[in-house]
Structures are given as C-alpha cells and as structure tokens.
C-alpha cells in the first residue's frame, strides 16, 4: 500500500472537515494517509510541542510515497506550502488539489513556484480518479 500525506490547512472547522472527508475518499481507493491533523497535534507536552508537531510531520513526509496538497485559499497555506517544497525537494510526486475558482491572474491558478512543483487536480473527483489509475493496487 503506497503512504499519502495530506498537506492542508488545518485551522478551522471547515478545514478539518474537509480534510477528514478527503483522507476517507482516498483510503477508500486503498492508500494510507497520514493525516496531521489527527497525527501529530495530539503532543501532551506544551514545551516542546512546536518541535513535535514539526519532527511528526517531516517524518511522516520523508516515509510517504506521495503528497496530496490541498490549494485552496487566496494564497496557498504557508505551512501546505512549506511541506510542498520539502516534498518536491525530495523527489515525491505531489498532487495539488484545487477546488476554489479563484486565481492570481496573469500569475496562474496559484503561485507560480508551487503551481510548478505539483500535478494540479481540479476537484476532488479528478485527484482521486488520478491516485486511483496511478496507484490503485
């Protein structure tokens, strides 16, 4: 089974649920998602919890076999767009999932750096019929 992690925003709860219902679209086509979210907000230990959340996440990015990016917004998130950049540094496919009509203009969809770095997918559906055809076991 081939590991996703899903970068997004995560700091409403508009955003969580959506993310909790894309985790399930995809899990529902067999892959595994590492969802932040549930997977590395729940340190105990407020000291170091910045620096926990961050190891969690970068860890499950360097054990993942793709990324999925949720694009949504005015700007793309500034943490999405951090994991974005490591991902793509490190060679794994990364799947940007745009869903807002909305764009920069002359600039693009998104911003020009990460509209370059990912396999853009307009709508949910359309991700998951790519992941399904690429990865599907």
Request: some cysteine; aromatic content about 8%; charged content about 30%.
């Amino acid at each position: 089974m081939k590991n996703v992690y899903l970068a997004a925003p995560l700091f409403s709860d508009a955003e969580c649920e959506f993310n909790s219902r894309l985790r399930d679209e995809i899990e529902e086509i067999g892959l595994v998602v590492f969802l932040p979210q549930e997977h590395s907000n729940d340190t105990k230990d407020e000291r170091y919890r910045q620096e926990n959340i961050f190891s969690k996440n970068r860890d499950a990015i360097d054990g993942a076999d793709l990324m999925v990016a949720v694009l949504d917004g005015v700007d793309v998130d500034s943490g999405t767009a951090w994991e974005i950049g490591y991902a793509y540094a490190r060679g794994l496919p990364v799947y940007g999932l745009r869903t807002d009509f909305r764009t920069l203009g002359i600039e693009g969809t998104v911003n020009l750096m990460i509209e370059r770095s990912v396999l853009m997918c307009v709508g949910v559906r359309e991700l998951v019929e790519r992941l399904g055809s690429t990865y599907k076991d």
